[in-house]
């Protein structure tokens, strides 16, 4: 007997009609994705990986090895050149316009962070809300009262609360990362994607703006995809830490209670996991 012979006998048919859509577990699934700026040398290799919703998946590796493209081809900015890429049920691509509407559920902080400086705290945050106001409204400056509400919360959320006003060339590096934040926050996405978001900062801070990102992913379910240069503290944030080395991903981990735990079968023994992760002491 069928599957769908099977359901329909065990489930009343009322089941069938209510359905209207699908979630998946897996939010971003990469298979086998090759990706290259110039068709002639390639970025990325064979980069295979499935990341849960409602995760924090780290993404680790040196300058140059390919971190930020991956960020780049998860929403749509860059197209791969072999392989599939596909972020609840889509294939990212900004040039097409389905999914171009759904990319509003997608916030991105890049590494300049891409703040206006010379406009304020509010008006920075409130500009994550274009996708529902509209760009011409942006413009000239008409947000909805709900929409200013929503925006002085979030800034409270993140811990800049009586600084809405401040132009935001006045504030320090962390608080800029706050901000910048906030604004991918104001977009109500379902995934956040961070590109070294905590390079350049010392360890304190660093750790605040994590834990930040930690509460914001439990309160609001978010799936966060983000970018590290420090091994130590991916791994003490995400669930899973994959390493990229020269465009090719050599290593997956996480850890569970006090133990390592490998989830990709590679080529490399515990001695150089244990070597690869020591040699990134703080």
Do not use: C
């Not at 980069?47 to 929403?75: D, F, H, M, P, W």
């Amino acid at each position: 007997m069928s599957f769908n012979k099977l359901a329909k006998q065990l489930l009343p048919t009322h089941f069938f009609s209510n359905l209207s859509t699908i979630s998946t577990k897996t939010l971003i699934q990469m298979n086998n994705v090759w990706a290259s700026y110039d068709a002639k040398n390639y970025s990325l290799k064979e980069i295979t990986l499935s990341i849960e919703r409602g995760t924090n998946y780290a993404i680790v590796g040196q300058s140059g090895s390919g971190k930020s493209t991956l960020l780049k081809l998860i929403n749509g900015m860059m197209i791969p050149s072999k392989g599939q890429i596909k972020v609840d049920y889509q294939t990212p691509n900004i040039n097409n316009k389905e999914f171009k509407r759904a990319m509003s559920k997608i916030g991105y902080i890049p590494q300049s962070l891409g703040l206006v400086k010379n406009i304020t705290v509010l008006e920075n945050v409130l500009i994550g809300s274009l996708p529902r106001i509209g760009k011409l409204n942006s413009l000239l400056k008409k947000f909805p009262e709900s929409e200013i509400q929503e925006a002085e919360k979030i800034i409270k959320l993140v811990g800049l609360g009586g600084k809405s006003e401040r132009k935001t060339y006045m504030l320090s590096g962390g608080e800029k990362r706050r901000v910048a934040i906030a604004r991918a926050l104001m977009q109500k996405p379902i995934l956040l994607l961070a590109d070294e978001i905590v390079s350049e900062l010392d360890q304190v801070t660093a750790r605040e703006i994590m834990d930040l990102v930690a509460d914001a992913q439990q309160r609001l379910n978010l799936t966060a995809v983000m970018v590290h240069h420090d091994m130590h503290l991916a791994l003490e944030y995400a669930n899973r830490v994959a390493v990229i080395k020269e465009g090719q991903k050599i290593l997956e981990i996480g850890i569970e209670g006090d133990k390592i735990i490998d989830f990709q079968s590679g080529n490399m023994s515990q001695q150089e996991i244990m070597e690869l992760y020591n040699s990134n002491e703080p």
